[in-house]
């Protein structure tokens, strides 16, 4: 669960500076974890380490980096639980405190904790060192480059890059993925207290129940507790409860459930179960803005522990070709993302999610997809705020290497489960997510058998993962869609598509002709369809009388040709355009600083198209722009 504060939790939030060195394998010798280099520098927590100092090998590192603080528990801590939790380490880590290994993890975009109440005492100073590893390869996700394909063909080991990674891994870790490999502790560190019998996890899962007029709002709740027991007897702070509601022999759990309003009004009240159903009389619905994200906080309270979380009550279903939020079909307006941002590189940045929400809202954007990796759970909380929706994504980024090798081989399957169980398990409640999506352009088109066979395992295996059984996807590369068996499975078909810049480029005609042609081919499998990622670089204040490519004439035209066929085919629910802003990736040809197909640059301004999307968003309804929802739409 999100640490919060409240009468019963603390939390001691662990940002600022700390002590960091980079490792050029010389750490283990040395006992970094329990001596720590007189020489580290300081470097600020939450943030990539790699823009933080004019150092190639900060920008550069590949392999493990050092951090260390001191922590001081406060002496009225005494009698709590105590926790540590990161947010996200990247990719991997190593947490050790005083010298002593207490936990790790691997992957670098989801939270984990330790209970650390018995290491430490309260009063006490304690040293944190974490070891982070930014190394990439066929094991991980995202997924790393092993051939080395960059470099020079059969000549590439005199390479002194592979020369040098070698010795590392025994491969090449170059990215098999277009952004920058940032690393280090990228989102808050936090210390936080709990009683000693304590709320461990909240699910909730809402629903709708029509009635004569209008509708109840439903929401199933399971509770999961920790430590010893806590039974009406126990007589906390507050009786929350007679003991006359007793009625059977054993002594009920000391635990109440409630639904708060968005006044404080309770309007909805369990005690004593850890499952149940809650109802609320003529509950407000969360709509996506402009309608009213509205917010219900669901407080637990179990023995001296309190709990509250924010919550929705919507639903959301495919049915036919349409994407029901709310039993009405939903078109989506919006982009790719990214965490990204000068000198913070991916650290998590609260002012940055604000000022991005607020220019979807500008633009007239409903949604984003956290391309290319689960983002700051804060953001997610904005957006429950915000109405804004969410197709949320897992690393699994770059499986794939090329027509020869079989990326299914790779040793990720059990991985990417756990990967996928993390990532429903920290955003099952929040109403914002609506779909999974499983990864990114994964390989389908070369080893088609094996990508069904795999994707569709973790497709049931997500459905079955998700209380809440929202629609599951993932994002199909440009290919040939005829080859591909798996994408057509979905519940969604997401495709990214470049028809008029990496291939066909500059060529509008052609661009729209092959559009047609592949909407043709989904128009037949009775799959609602949208576009995941199509775009342009565009380089900001680079124009032209004739709309070329890279000028800001060409973005525009690229779009208002393009997004005219998507207006003709009913069974087509969205467009995400790529990207919502330029970012940041690793050097190359192809990339004059970064990817630069924002709408927005880097530092947040429009682009010319963005103005002319704005006008085209404000004109699209979130609900019923293909369909009213009463009758199956004539296909083109
Ligand atoms: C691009 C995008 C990239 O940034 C994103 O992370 C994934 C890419 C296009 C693949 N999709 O390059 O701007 C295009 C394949 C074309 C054959």
Known sequence: MYPIENASRAIELLDGLWDFKLDHGEALAEHWESRFPDDAEKLYVPASYNDQREDPAYRNHTGKAWYQRFCTIPAFYQGQRLFLRFDAVTHDAVIYLNGKKITEHRGGFLPFEVEITDYVSAGETFRLTVCSDNRIDHSTLPVGNEEGTAFFGSDNAQVPAVQAAKKHRGTVNLPNFDFFNYAGIQRHVR???????????????????????????????????????CTTRDRIAEPLHQESDIRTEELKLNLCVEILDADG?????????????????????????????????????????????????????????????????????????HEDFYIH????????????????????????????YPYAEEMYRLCDEEGIVIIDETPAVGIGAGPHMDPYTFPIKDYHKTVLHDLIQRDKNHPSVIMWSMGNEPDTENFPESAYEYWRELYAFTHKEDPADRPVTFVCCQNDYTRDLVTRTMDVVCINRYYGWYNLSGDLDSAVYAWEQELDFWAAQGKPVMVTEYGCDTLPGFHGSVAEMWTEEFQKEYYRRIDEVFDTRSFFIGEHLWAFADFNTIQGVYRADGNRKGLFTRERRPKLAAHWLKDRWHTIPNFGYKSDGQSTPVQK
């Open 345 to 372: 590189g991916r650290g998590t940045d609260d002012v940055l999610n604000v000022k991005d929400i607020s220019l979807l809202h500008w633009i007239g954007a409903n949604s984003f997809r956290t391309s290319h």
């Open 265 to 337: 009004e309770v309007v909805a009240r369990a005690v004593g179960s850890r499952k149940g159903t809650l109802c609320i009389p003529d509950a407000v619905l969360w709509e996506p803005y402009p309608g009213t994200p509205y917010l219900y906080t669901v407080r637990v309270r179990y023995g001296k522990d309190e709990y509250s979380e924010k919550t929705g009550i919507r639903t959301v279903a495919v049915e036919g070709t349409r994407f029901l939020i709310n039993g009405k079909p939903f078109y989506f307006k919006g982009f790719g993302k």
């Open 191 to 229: 210390l936080y207290t709990t009683p000693m019998s304590y709320i461990k996890d909240i699910t909730l899962v809402p629903d709708i129940r029509k009635k004569a007029s209008g509708h109840d709002g439903i929401l199933h709740y399971e509770i999961e507790l920790a430590g010893p027991k």
